[in-house]
């Protein structure tokens, strides 16, 4: 069988993770490549927010391994975060009380090594550091249209504007790679269109995207293949058509199987 010789920036094998007697990721493979916008659809339930949490290090998956850029990750999120895996959360976690720009600096830290002592005397490599993290935080704020708002505290931003910066937070600690879980769950039409055209332009800089969502529409508009999960494995991965037009998919998405299966496993 003849592969492309590159390596993909993100690869997954096998990956199982159980809750108890309950198999919430059953064997997932995925792949994902330099460059590429992967979508991960599924029902309610189907176990999209497991996996990535056992991409990130937030959960030790039962079986399996994920490997990025040719390395096994380490089971904890800092480390992945370090290794160039950013994420944004369903439910949004932003720092209420802190200013956007402060919610970015935030994520910037795990690019900042300036040591403990150098920040407690401020000396000149602190303030350097500092001043560098601020202009590059100000450039992602800028990035994702939310550079006048820098002094705002992030509480107060609409709810649009509040999934933005969680992407410039998630940003600021450059990863070659972006989970998005849900980015545009509760935006209105224009703001899931602009959510389109900030994927983009993610992806134009060079930053894979893997991302999870509900909207088919917006899925179908970005992603160059589509990974279907349905009750913790994946049934289906391609483009476009190969996913619409899977009958497993049609009957997920309906809940009412053409047949009923004669056992469940479960
Ligand atoms: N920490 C946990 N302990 C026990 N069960 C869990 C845990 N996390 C998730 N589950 C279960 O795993 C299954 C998959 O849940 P998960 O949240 O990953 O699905 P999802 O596809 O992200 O769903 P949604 O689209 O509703 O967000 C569910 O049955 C859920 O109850």
Redesign the pocket.
């Known amino acids: 069988m003849s592969t492309t010789t590159s390596t993909p920036l993100l690869d997954v094998r096998g990956v199982t993770m159980r809750?108890?007697g309950?198999t919430?990721?059953s064997n997932v493979d995925l792949t994902v490549g330099q460059g590429e916008i992967i979508g991960l659809i599924?029902?309610?339930?189907?176990?999209?927010?497991?996996?990535f949490?056992c991409l990130t290090g937030l959960?030790v998956p039962t079986e399996g391994t994920v490997t990025y850029r040719g390395n096994v990750l380490p089971p904890k999120p800092h480390l992945v975060t370090q290794a160039g895996i950013a994420r944004t959360f369903?439910n949004i976690r932003l720092f209420a009380n802190m200013t956007v720009l402060e919610n970015v600096l935030v994520g910037r830290h795990s690019r900042t090594r300036e040591g403990l002592f150098s920040a407690l005397v401020r000396g000149p490599g602190y303030r350097r550091a500092e001043a560098d993290s601020r202009a590059k935080a100000m450039e992602l704020l800028e990035f994702v249209g939310l550079a006048a708002k820098a002094e705002h505290l992030a509480r107060n931003l609409p709810y649009g504007e509040q999934r933005k910066l969680e992407i410039a937070r998630a940003l600021a600690s450059e990863p070659g790679l972006l989970l998005l879980d849900?980015p545009t769950a509760g935006m209105n039409p224009q703001e899931t269109r602009a959510a389109e055209e900030l994927v983009f332009a993610i992806r134009d800089r060079g930053i894979a995207i893997l991302v999870?969502e509900?909207d088919m529409k917006f899925i179908f508009n970005l992603c160059d293949r589509t990974a279907v999960?349905v009750q913790?494995q994946k049934i289906v991965e391609g483009d476009r058509e190969t996913v619409q037009n899977d009958e497993r998919v049609i009957t997920a998405y309906l809940g009412t199987p053409l047949e009923q299966p004669t056992e469940t496993t479960e």
């Open positions: 809750f108890g309950l919430a990721v599924g029902p309610n339930g189907a176990g999209k927010t497991t996996f949490n959960y369903q849900e999870i509900h999960l913790g």
